[in-house]
């Protein structure tokens, strides 16, 4: 009998956020925070979270954003595309 009157507590022993999957969704997370703040567009991703899935894979959920803010994102990235020397060739190289 586990104690006086206490029903025994079904308690997990693994824990998401005791991961390295989970930190680096999280740091993926804030370093994305961090530049949509810069950016002014950080009331745009309300729903902005790290998050890990049933086979303990982290992602970050961008959750929804309006055509407007899509638009905005795609802009920026031409942007950055086109601001390094060659934006074709380091975007094709950096992609897994």
């Known amino acids: 009998m586990p104690g006086k009157g206490r029903p025994e507590r079904d308690v997990p022993a693994w824990s998401p956020t005791n991961t390295a999957e989970w ?8 370093a994305l925070r961090d530049v949509l703040t810069a950016v002014g567009l950080h009331r745009e991703f309300p729903f902005l979270r790290a998050d890990m899935n ?18 905005r994102i795609a802009h920026l990235l031409h942007l950055g595309l086109a ?3 060659n ?10």
């Open 54 to 71: 049933a086979f303990g894979l982290g992602y970050v959920d961008l959750g929804r954003i309006s055509p407007d803010t899509a638009r």
């Open 83 to 85: 601001a390094t020397s």
């Open 87 to 96: 934006g074709a060739e380091h975007a094709t190289e950096d992609q897994p």
């Open 23 to 30: 930190y680096q969704a999280r740091e993926a997370t804030t």
